[in-house]
């Protein structure tokens, strides 16, 4: 039996057993549309209702992740207007960006990631983005997911200028309860959760869980070189927590947490060509044999062996002290690792040559056979006070995480315009081309952060309230990388040689640009940033329903060093932020209820940190990209999100994002002053034109309608939504996604035939629109456009079975 039919029958068989066996399981205690508890959130490093909290938030709960199928960070866009993912290479790779601040290449997150109050665990970002995010398994058993709007560099762990996203775990209670779920879908998507908490002793209780996916690409490759398919998954991942209270003072909170996926990655697909530039004489072919397909979902590529591989271990601490009546003191310890290894083919070009069954490079990625894309460790910790003193609110504490490499890692590939056999090397030595270069390059990166904060609330009137944060931040990066370089050389025509250094007797080790000879080729780099950062919010409740605010924050995102960077420019300054916002947040009640939240935002950005792609002007030396300081933008637009109950039956959740974007000015530096004065400036944003990765316009409309019946049936939910995402700039000047018009469908039935027992039906994109959700602007420079495909059509079933006491 394949495996399709055998996932099948064991999906179906499982189904009825659970079905069949329900009497030995709890009732659900889950809400209906109607139910108005307040949503809890700790935007501010405390409990607090959502309404009562003077900041733009998304917040998602398991709920709506479970209906939505999402599974990764790629796919929470799709419920969160104003975020958006670049999910370049692989879904592990996923970074966010919120009001057009995004990561660029080699630098840190502009979004902060946090798992448990903890910052997401660094990667190396020396070749590659890695790191940084929420990874495979993360969104799983959660409280909810928390957006957070702006700059958030006052309580949270590491400075960020364009906000937080926070993931919140389900914390160990005191009841013997759990689940198993599996899930089957097309693509032959097969998932399979399982979540047990259990109480240890009066005094101990512990939760564990295990989420498990596989799902075959959804993109096919056509080339007859390597997999068959990409835009896979495969990942496991698992998590366990203790709580252990040892006095009724004093709570000690644990959470482990590992994940491991594996797949091929991502490859874009090469959709346009431009004969006059670059390479474009050699895309044509390949774009007309994938237009001349009736199958939109279809790449080619070279490599016989992509991998895309991420590994991932964290362990978190949590010690909480309630002093007094008045004051908490709470230290959070977390110790990570994070793994990734990426050969990929960054461009998707097929520019084959038949006669010689040879290729002409384009652009590579893959770790060497030895060592890691990614392989960092990090460490981190907090001590934190929270106190109150009548009409005042505060907490202040210190900050610190350092990150440190596991090894050394590397990046190995013939250079742009190799002509190379087809083969599957893992190492640069056994590649085999007839001409073009080779910069291999090896290294390692350091970072700390420290900081000190405080931030307080006082109540000047029962419906007035301000507040004010202060934090002073020190970072540092050292970095340091060996790179060479080598050349194709055959003695006899149309023969594939191994590469061998460009020794000569100035340069006898063969050192690559940018590479000092003295020191056998190794550059030493280091950086560090001393910056206060701040917030000022003043809050107003005229009725006890409404509240609005305003709020002024200096945010800024640390500098750093690229020791794998071109051109004599391996550092780079922090960048820093100013954002203004006022907001309002409603919440009514009666025979319609809910409640409507806007907040409107204006913000400067100097200083910026910008990606250049730069050539060399004589055709020796590789091209590349680096960082510089060259930018100025502001940003403006507005947020709204709401829900509408209908009674007990029928929910309207709605929420939508307007930004506007602009690069005022653009300071390029004159490379001919630099060191390696060959360099000019090949790709460069626009001035005058948006930030990448910011839509204009963003929003998603949903409801859900609850059939009414009888407990003894269950309870029936049918829910509807719809997302539009306009069309935006992501890499270059011709670099734009495809508009984003998406319908998902859900039913849900829970308590089947008052067991507890849980069925739902789930559909993505319904309408099957074929996207481009990142696309490369390469058209004037390489003479071609690549773009990154989003989903097609995705549809199947799930069915879950609880046990023990219920909620």
Known sequence: MNRRYYRLALFATASLQFIAGGQAFAQSTEGTVSDEQPIIVTARRIEERLQDVPISISVVDQDRLTKSN??????????????????????????????????????????????GEVVAPRGSGLSLQGGDGAGPGSLFDLQNVQVLKGPQGTLFGRNTTGGAVILTPRKPTDRFEGYLEGSYGNYEMFRVQGVLNAPLASWARVRLGVDRQTRDGYVHNV??????????????????????????????????????????????????????????????????????SDERWQIEQKLINPRAMTKQFQVINTTTWIATDNLTVKNITSYSTFIQDLRQD????????????????????????????SDQKNFTEELQFQGRAERLNYQFGLYFEHSTPGGLTASESPSIGAVCLISGFTTLANSRCMSGPASPNKGSIEFI??????????????????????????????????????????????????????????????????????????????????????????????????????????????????????????????????????????????????????????????DQQILLGLTDNQGLLPSGTSVINAGKSRMYGVDFDGQLRFGSLFRVDAAATYLNTKIQ??????????????????????????????????????????????????????????????AYLTGGPTGRSTPIKQLDLNLDWRNIGGQPVDLALFATNVTNQFTRTYVQGLFNSFGFDTGYLGQPRMYGARIRVRFGEGE
């Open 70 to 115: 999402i599974a990764s960070s790629e796919d929470l866009a799709k419920v969160v207007p104003g975020l958006s993912v670049d999910s370049r290479y692989s879904s592990e790779q996923s970074s966010f960006a919120i009001r057009g601040f995004s990561q660029q290449l080699r630098t840190s997150a502009a979004v902060g990631t946090y798992f």
């Open 223 to 292: 080339s007859g070189i390597g997999p068959k398919r990409f835009y896979d998954t495969d990942y496991v991942a698992v998590r366990g927590s203790l709580v252990l209270d040892l006095s009724p003072e004093l709570e000690n909170y644990t959470i482990v947490s590992y994940m491991h996926s594996d797949t091929n990655g991502s490859v874009p697909q090469l959709f346009r060509a431009n004969p006059s530039a670059g390479f474009g004489f050699f895309a044509v072919p390949q774009v007309n044999r994938l237009n001349a």
């Open 346 to 373: 960054i461009f998707g070009t097929n520019f084959l040559i038949p006669a010689l069954k040879s290729y002409i490079s384009t652009a590579f990625s893959f770790n060497p056979d030895g060592y890691h894309t």
């Open 449 to 606: 952060n420290m900081a000190a904060y405080g931030q307080a609330t006082y109540e000047l009137t029962d419906q007035l309230k301000l507040t004010g944060g202060i934090r002073y931040t020190y970072d540092r990066s050292k970095g340091m990388a060996q790179g060479f370089d080598y050349s194709y050389r055959p003695a006899t025509p149309f023969t594939f040689v191994a590469p061998t250094p460009n020794a000569t007797p100035t340069n006898p080790e063969a050192c690559s640009t940018g590479y000092p000879i003295a020191t056998n080729c190794v550059f030493t780099g280091r950086t560090s940033d001393k910056k206060p950062t701040w917030t000022l919010t003043l809050q107003y409740s005229p009725i006890g329903d409404m509240m609005t605010y305003a709020t002024y924050s200096r945010g800024y995102k640390q500098g750093g060093v690229t020791p794998f960077a071109l051109a004599g420019v391996p550092f780079y300054r922090p960048e820093k932020l100013d954002n203004f916002e006022v907001g309002a947040k409603l919440s009514f009640r009666g025979t319609v209820s809910g409640n409507l939240n806007f907040a409107g935002f204006y913000s400067k950005l100097t």
């Open 665 to 726: 000015a653009l300071d390029l530096p004159d490379f001919t002053t630099y060191p390696f004065s060959e360099y000019e400036v090949r790709q460069a944003p626009a001035v005058g034109g948006p930030l990448e990765l910011a839509p204009k316009w963003s929003a998603n409309v949903g409801g859900t309608f609850t059939v009414p019946t009888s407990e003894d049936l269950g309870k029936i939910e049918l829910a509807a939504f719809y997302r539009y995402t306009s």
